[in-house]
């Protein structure tokens, strides 16, 4: 069949062809006995090649996101300049323990997110800079201020061949970015729709610790660029790519109880806070961490526990009964998992397929058994432990290792380029920078549909497949109830995760679907799965088989674990995620069990399955052959989490979570205000904004007190500066209070939740929330990407999410050339169809 859709293939007839096997078995074994030092070729072996070797990025503004970008291209071989003041960006200076070198030298996160890059003196609008802007591929850059937002928009005037993407609090247009407010990503927590929920009801709400906010910025903005410079090497245009932090944080972390409310109505979930009831608790030795997702392991879960007669308990067998007996079950709990090891807690669980792991700290985290085995905590050239790269392409899995620049050398060049590539015209939408791909879509739940979704949103066509007996099991998720007809297309978060695709159904337990599924991977460039590894080689398409289909196509697996190792076959969830990486250990109160962040850790591992499905088609469009990539979710979330092993495993300092307060704030915290559990976020993050918060809250006093005139000061008398600022906030309504903060310059903010998005005045006026039209729910809203394309309208989710085999007969007849007598026959046998079976 002619397949003019696709993308041609961009073979460099000067380098000799690379051929890589899309099964999994040699490559991985040698990419393991690399990790683990096994021979010396590096983490990505000698002979692997670099997917982004020769691009030219560059990397500007500072900050933890674009840094964070800048590391995901580095580690892909891309020769990475960041462009520093002469002193350096303050975050060669960042430790969030303090306990920094007594020397000049960089610390340790710094080396971490800037290893194998260079360092040159610039700045946007200056000399030095010009010279590698124009000659750059990529610009990452971080524009805080007006003066920046203004400089970005004139270098992509001055230099439309690259691709500029600009990471702002709020983006480059709207009313938020013309005031001179103070924001940081506490206040952005809470304004996400984040905050509101974490915690028990009767306490304050609690942000997520870890500053995952600005690892998930960094980590959209890389997969953007990677996008966008896929289109650029078609197109010969670049693009300037306006990235809101608040918007990449309503996508992640607090945005689908908005759409809960929008598609649900009445039937949504009561907002407001809980705890997951079982998660965190403590053992003979340690922590362990449950998640019981469905009420068949919450069963499971009672007679682990050894309480069977709680199985026939109503009330507990919900989320909020659980909640209303909290003291109750987690006595139960407690007295079981005291009793016993984190070890022998997680043997039973496993026997049980209870999702569980020992809670990860800065201190064990790197010495968890399956992170050993896998080898996935490597050593940095400074000689601290940090996570490798979290995927793998065929055999490279990141670049050697080298140290991140020491200071900000001068005389850093590049030479200008012999001749620009040659533009060719793109399959579809100029402006789409994924139009021509095809994608075969058998992830489920949110990380992988996420990812898909976010290739679909780019003008990748995606073909969506289900099971008619084992469709996503997102599908039945916040739903309707079953008396709704259709209620099994309600899902709100299947709604979030799938739109901008086609939906298609096969039994993959008949061998004619079997044999149309691998007809239709003949026809895709990319396949992407989200099971445990199992899965896949039982369902008959195995690695091997599908390489036979299709050697062109690139194979994106995505599971919990890894392919290999002791927690191979285990059942994880984000939950699971949060607690195994040691991101739950940053999130909670200081003198209490740890919390986990909830919910970020599935987009978090679908941006990196992105950005590592990107690089490998830049490989296969060099070569002409498909390869296997290996992207973890849990080695994403490490990456991600990365900051507090860094600081242990450098200094011997063990980071805490501590409440809503901060090492780099003070005072800083959620503050109570006049009405029914109506609250408001203030952090001081600079000296000199402490005397203007004193003035707004009527306590002089407090500003000419020398010995709250430095953080330090004002950090050991926290609880005393909490009183007062609570005393001014609970007469006060919370819009009207932070009102007045913020016409002071300060960094405040409402603590909202998730319904409340659709009216924040930043999102409408950017148009975040896009209105789509479903044929069982209607007009409903959902996040669309948290950017937009300059000179381009904001539309990226041009369809809804597919109904159960919407367009089965869109693709097997208009694809595959089967014909309705075909189709009939397939309907009459149960192969596809348009209903879960049973329902």
Known sequence: MERDHRRPHRPNRDQPVKKTAMDGGAALRDTRRRALGRDDAGP????????????????????????????????????????????????????????????DAPGALFRFLNAGKRSSVGALGQLPADEFLAAADVVLVAAPTGADRVAVQELHRRFPEAVTVAVTPYGLTGPYTEDACAVNEFVLQAQCGSTAGRGLPADTPMQAGGNIGEWIAGSYAAA????????????????????????????????????????????????????????????????????????????????????????????????????????????????WTGARTTDEILELAAALRIPAAP????????????????????????????????????????VPLSDAPASVDTTVAWHPRSAPRPPREPAGDPQLPLSGLRILDLTAFWAGPFATMLLGALGADVVKLEGVRRPDGMRFAGAKPPSHEGWWETGSTFLSANAAKRGLTLDLG????????????????????????????????????????????????????????????????????????????MTGGADGLPLIPRGACDPIAGLHAVFATLAALEL????????????????????????????????????????????????????????????????????????????VIGRSDLGSDTRLRHRSGRRAAHDRIDAAITAWTAQRDPVKAVEELRTAGLAAAVVSGGAALFDHPQLSHRGFFERVGHPVVGQHRIPGLPFQLAGRPRAWITRPAPTMGEHNHEILAGLLGLSDDELDALRDEGVIGTRPAGL
């Open 44 to 103: 990505g072996g000698a002979d692997a090649e670099a997917p982004y070797a020769g691009l030219r990025v560059v990397e500007t503004g500072g900050g933890l996101a674009v840094s964070y970008a800048g590391k995901l291209f580095a580690d892909a071989g891309a020769d990475v300049v960041k462009l520093e003041p002469p002193r350096g960006e303050a975050l060669r200076r960042r430790s969030a323990s303090g306990a920094r070198p007594a020397d």
């Open 224 to 335: 953007a660029a990677a996008a966008m410079n896929r289109g650029r090497e078609a197109t010969g245009r670049g693009a300037l790519v306006d990235l809101s932090v608040l918007e990449a944080m309503v996508v992640t972390m607090g945005g689908l109880s908005a759409v809960a409310a929008d598609v649900l109505g009445d039937a949504a979930p009561t907002s407001g806070r809980g705890v997951e009831l079982p998660s965190i608790a403590t053992t003979a030795d340690g922590l362990v961490g449950f998640c019981t997702i469905t009420a068949q392991q919450f069963q499971d879960f009672l007679v682990m526990i050894e309480r069977p007669d709680l199985l026939a308990d109503a009330e507990l067998a919900t989320a909020a009964g659980r909640l209303r007996r909290r003291e109750e079950f987690v006595s139960a709990v407690d007295a």
């Open 359 to 398: 809670v990860g700290t800065p201190a064990t985290v790197t010495g968890i058994d399956h992170f050993a085995a896998r080898g996935v905590f490597t050593d940095n050239p400074a000689g601290f432990r940090q996570p490798r790269v979290p995927y793998a392409i065929g055999a490279f899995r990141g």
């Open 510 to 585: 008949h061998a004619q679907a079997r044999q149309l599924a691998l007809r239709l991977v003949a026809e895709c460039d990319v396949v992407m799965e989200n099971f445990s590894p199992r899965v896949l080689p039982n369902l008959g398409l195995a690695p091997d088989t599908l390489r036979a289909a299709n050697p062109h196509a690139v194979l994106v697996r995505m599971p919990a674990f890894g392919l290999d190792g002791p927690w191979r076959d285990r059942v994880g969830f984000a939950q699971t995620m949060e607690q195994a990486s040691g991101m739950a250990w």
């Open 620 to 695: 296969r469009d060099r070569t002409g052959e498909g390869t296997l990539v290996e992207s973890t979710m849990v080695e994403a979330v490490l990456n991600v989490a990365a900051e507090a092993v860094v600081e242990y495993t450098a200094y011997g300092a063990i980071l805490m979570r501590d409440g809503n307060r901060a090492p780099d704030a003070a005072p800083q915290g959620v503050y109570r205000c006049h009405g029914s559990d109506a609250w408001i976020a203030l952090s001081i993050t600079e000296d000199g904004h402490w005397p203007v918060l004193c003035e």
